[in-house]
């Protein structure tokens, strides 16, 4: 079944990880796909894999924390396909692990601008051209890090955290325009971010991941979005939806 006929997807970070995944699974979904990354090595990949596959996507580069080139991104999507129906924030840096005393002072800056700003200015120029076509749907990627406490993570969790309270707010804010805003809290998944993090050590961290007892999959996450990007979930906005193996729940 396609679930996204006829829809104009716009994912960043879709050139690895759970953007490739999202992006594959939006395209055999029937959605036209604009695949954004700041490496265009991934970025293209995932629209040859797409059009290998039969499917519709463009590449756009772009950095993201930019508000000049996510104001061009979105208008290269609309003058490419006429319309945006969903947005996916989903572009994201981990930063480096240090106590807060320790963290550096442009570290943070940059974590907060890509994790967080990023999704604020994705969210501010999307809206405006969902609006002009009666509806949308925003789904950014928060993280588990964004409700509990991860030591050296303090401007990635902080960052997760405000996107899921921006998520909240601006799902209020649009509720009664036909525009949902919803955000997804990963656990720990098998991504090349979370192989940086982990290094040598997955299967330590595996055994952290109970009752589940594995890593998550980007296609764990992919078909979460797709459930939020589709007509399936017209009662939802405003949640973080935990996808983490139950990690938060012990």
Known sequence: MERLTNKVALITGGGSGIGRATSLLFAREGAKVVVVDYAPEG???TVRRIRADGGAALFVRADVSKSAEVQQMI???VDTYGRLDILFNNAGIEGPSAKIVNYPEAEWERVIAVDLTAVYLGMKYAIPQMLKQGGGVIISTASVA??????GSGAYGAAKAGVIQLTRTVALEYASKNIRVNCICPGVIRTP???????DRPEEVTVRMEPIGRLGTPEDIAYAALFLASDESS????APFIIDGGYVAR
């Open 43 to 45: 970025g293209e990949e």
């Open 75 to 77: 208008a290269t999507t």
């Open 146 to 151: 964004g409700m509990v406490g991860f030591p």
């Open 193 to 199: 971010m979370a192989q940086r993090v982990m290094g």
């Open 235 to 238: 009662f939802a906005t405003g």
